[in-house]
Structures are given as C-alpha cells and as structure tokens.
C-alpha cells in the first residue's frame, strides 16, 4: 500500500504544456508564441547588457558573499522598487506609511500580499478579471480565499473592454473583496482601462469599500516609459487608497528565472506599520524563511545608479519597441491579405500580448497545419514574431480565418 493512492490528477499548465510540444516539434518553420518572454528579433532570450555587466562587476567583487538576507530581503532593493512604483517624492513615502518587502517575484508578492489579507484582515472574497492571467485564482484560493469571482473584462465583439460589464460586477461585489488590477497592460487582453476610467473604477472600490490590490509585472515594459506604466497605481495613492501591488522584474529586467520581486504596501496611516511589517515577516519566515540575493542584488545596483539606470530605461526601450514594429507590422499584413474582420486592436493592445479574437478550433488548426504555437485564447505572445518568421504567422491566421 502507497500513502499516495489517493492522489488524483491534477490538471495541465496550458502554457507549460504548449512549450513542450513547441520543443518536441522538429518543423523548420515552427513558431512559439506561447509562453511569455522576451525574444531578439533572431528569436534569442535577451540577457539585457546592463544586467550582464552588473553581474560581471559581482562576480569579480571578492567584498561580496553569500551569506542570508533578512527575511524581508535587500532592503535598497525593496526601496528602490517601491521608489520606482510610487515615485520617489510620492507622499506616503515622506509620510512614511508606504514600504516594499522583497519577495519571489511577481508571484510571490501576490502570494505573500494574499495570505496577509486571508489571515489578519480576515478577506475571504477574490474578484480577478475575465479573463485574466492564469495563476490569480490559484494564489488566492492557496491563500485561504474561499470566494472567487469574476468581473467582465473582455468584449469579443469590440476587442476591447467591456466596461460596463465591468463597473456593474464591482458595483454588485460585497464589501471587503479585493480586486484584483492589472497595474498596466493587462495579461491577455493587452487592453488597459484610460485615465477616466480608472476614475471611474477608484470611485467604485472607494463607494462599495473594496480592497484594490494591483498586479504590476510590466512597467516599463508595456510602454517603454515607466512612469506611464505606473500612472494608474499613484493614481489610486493619490486619492488616499489603502492598497498592495505586486511587482515583477522577470519582464522589464529579464530576470525571468530569478525571482526578483516587490509587494509594496500603502496604507493611510503610518500608525500600523510596525505590526504589519511583523506579521508578515511571520508569513514570509513560515514560508520560505528569506528570499535569494542575485536578481534582487542586480536590480537595486541598477535601480540605485542614475547612470546604469540610464541604460537599463534604454534597453526597455529596445525592448517595448521592438513589440510595437511587430505590431505594427502583423496588422499591416493582415490588411494587405485582406484577413476578414478588423485587425487594428492589434495595435490597440499593449505589453508582450494580443489577444487576437481566434477561436479555439482557428488555434487549434494554427498548430496542426502552420506550427504556430499560442494559447487555445487565441492569445499570442507579440515578443515571438521576428522579420523573419511574421509573414509566416500572418499567413497562418489568414488561412485560420478564411479555412
Ligand atoms: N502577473 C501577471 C499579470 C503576469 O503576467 C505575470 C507573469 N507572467 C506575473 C504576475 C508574475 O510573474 P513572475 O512570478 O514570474 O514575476
């Protein structure tokens, strides 16, 4: 007899799943535009030269050693970040009622961030958006959450949101849910609420007394620029919200594999602070005692040095624009084959995805006669296009939609 007998199957990660038939496929022509990373136009991980010469100035640095972080991490690097969210004059720095803990990425923010608010302020009810990125649900059920729920995002017919769908499941949502927000550039939809919008939004969190927390894993990835990536956070810090964000460096540094995080934490009064950084040092020593030091080291070096920081906002540039020419140049495509239906919320759409609107037997058909890997959403990983492989996707989707 096994312990283990009663173990049932779990189901497959989509994304996973989708990268090892991508791999295990031996077709010449074979496209990935599944799983979300930074690609070169040569199809190549890009290591970003700013982190690459950090790295090589530790390595040769015989003062540095391998010895623990606290347990909420390198404290210039969870400065920096929140710094780098907030903005460094923002006010509820000066007022002292905001601070950053280091944690395992985007994730581990977002993991940390709700196991806090199941245990102490007792939250029992999660709405994530339709759709959204596919781990929200499963962090915040692990966390203890017993509620989740769902608010309309996507609107297949316009290709944009549906915002009063919206507006009115967050007006219906009992007091005390968190809401989860995507800081900027919304995974999948690529689509991000405007500025009156997001009024429009904080005036319902703050009416109904929801809890906003954001999910920030593109700023300065999204746009190029990161301050308009950040614009809808300090927007809600300066109307007084009490809120957590998480942050991820996978993207924007490309230190995917890592695990560079922030959860920074805003609160109204800086009269709390000591016993909720305690508690969730708690959480965090329960968990995984401390965090690990290399990306975190890289991140503040760079985040802390106006001249590397210089170069890293370029390379973010390279990057985020890099996504826009592909954009551009997959819409331009489609026109010209004459592609039924529109195709301009491609370049509407923002950050590594678009969702494209393909329907799951056009993906599906996609795989099978083109090799183009993407999500059975039809969602596509814009980083995975190159000059080289665009006319090919094109081409794939024209026959998906005409077939
Ligand atoms: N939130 C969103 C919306 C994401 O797209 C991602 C990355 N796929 C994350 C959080 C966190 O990723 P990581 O844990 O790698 O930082």
Not at 304 to 324: G, Y
Request: charged content about 20%; overall charge neutral; hydrophobic content about 35%.
């Amino acid at each position: 007899a096994t312990w283990f007998s009663c173990v049932e199957m779990g189901p497959p990660i989509e994304v996973f799943a989708l990268n090892k038939s991508f791999l295990e496929d031996k077709h010449p022509q074979k496209v990935n535009l599944g799983v979300g990373a930074y690609r070169t136009n040569e199809g190549k991980p890009w290591v970003l030269p700013v982190v690459r010469r950090t790295e090589q100035q530790m390595a040769a640095n015989e003062e540095l050693n391998h010895e623990y972080l606290p347990v909420l991490g390198l404290e210039s690097f969870s400065s920096g970040a929140t710094g780098m969210l907030l903005g460094s004059d923002s006010p509820a720095l000066a007022d002292g009622r905001a601070f950053g803990v280091q944690t395992l990425s985007g994730t581990g923010a977002l993991k940390v961030g709700a196991d806090f608010l199941h245990k102490h302020l007792k939250l029992t009810t999660f709405y994530y958006s339709s759709p959204t990125w596919e781990n929200h649900g499963l962090i915040f059920s692990n966390a203890g959450f017993t509620e989740p729920r769902q608010y309309r995002y996507w609107n297949p017919e316009t290709r944009n949101i549906d915002f009063e769908g919206m507006l009115e499941d967050l007006k219906n949502a009992p007091k005390g849910s968190v809401i989860i927000l995507h800081a900027c550039a919304h995974n999948p939809t690529g689509c991000d609420p405007t500025p009156e919008q997001w009024e429009k939004i904080a005036d319902v969190i703050e009416e109904k007394g929801l809890f906003p927390f954001f999910d920030s894993a593109y700023q300065g990835f999204a746009s190029g620029d990161l301050l308009k990536d950040a614009q809808a956070v300090r927007y809600f810090v300066k109307r007084g919200f009490e809120l957590f964000c998480s942050q991820s460096f996978a993207k924007n540094f490309g230190l995917y594999n890592e695990r560079v995080g922030n959860l920074t934490v805003v609160m109204k009064d800086k009269k709390c602070m000591a016993e909720v950084k305690s508690q969730i040092t708690l959480i965090i020593r329960g968990n995984y005692s401390n965090p690990p030091n290399h990306g975190a080291r890289i991140v503040s070096t760079v985040l802390n040095d106006p001249q590397l920081f210089k170069e890293w906002e370029d390379c973010i540039k390279t990057m985020s624009s890099r996504i826009l020419s592909m954009r551009k140049g997959l819409q331009e495509r489609l026109e010209k084959l004459g592609t039924p239906g529109s195709w301009d919320h491609i370049t509407r759409q923002i950050g590594m995805f678009s969702y494209t609107g393909l329907t799951e037997s056009q993906v599906a058909y996609m795989v099978k006669e083109f090799h183009i890997y993407l999500l059975k959403s039809g969602r596509i990983n814009m980083c995975g296009l190159t000059t080289s492989n665009i006319d090919h996707v094109a081409q794939g989707i024209h026959d998906a939609v005409t077939k």
